[in-house]
């Protein structure tokens, strides 16, 4: 059965970092790409960045510089690092793969 679990959301304050994890069973990731999501109550789901299945990422340009995706395949999970937040970060964060996505984890950045 194809699932996806994300973690490592949480609480952190302007400036500050979280490293996101999503960890795939039933395949692997290293013949998928995966997309992580945010969405904010009221809007769309926004894509914020992809890793192919070759290992290639592209990132949207409100967080490019700032958010690195990156994989280990021997633990099948996919990482969002996230450095420098900003209130506006603030959000669900989701990943997809395979036509399945992830149940969400919040990000909350606040002082």
């Known amino acids: 059965q194809v699932q996806l679990v994300e973690s490592g959301g949480g609480l952190v304050q302007p400036g500050g970092s979280l490293r996101l994890s999503c960890e795939g069973s039933?395949?692997?990731?290293?013949?998928?790409?995966v997309t992580w999501y945010r969405q904010v109550p009221g809007k769309e789901r926004e894509v914020i960045g992809f890793?192919?299945?070759?290992?290639?990422?592209d990132y949207s340009g409100s967080v490019k510089g700032r958010f690195t995706i990156s994989r280990d395949i021997a633990k099948n999970t996919v990482y969002l690092q996230m450095t420098n937040l900003r209130p506006e970060d603030t959000a669900v964060y989701y990943c997809?793969?395979?036509?399945?996505w992830g149940q969400g984890t919040q990000v909350t950045v606040s002082s």
């Open positions: 997809f793969s395979r036509g399945k």
């Open positions: 039933g395949f692997t990731f290293r013949d998928y790409a």
């Open positions: 890793i192919k299945s070759g290992g290639d990422t």
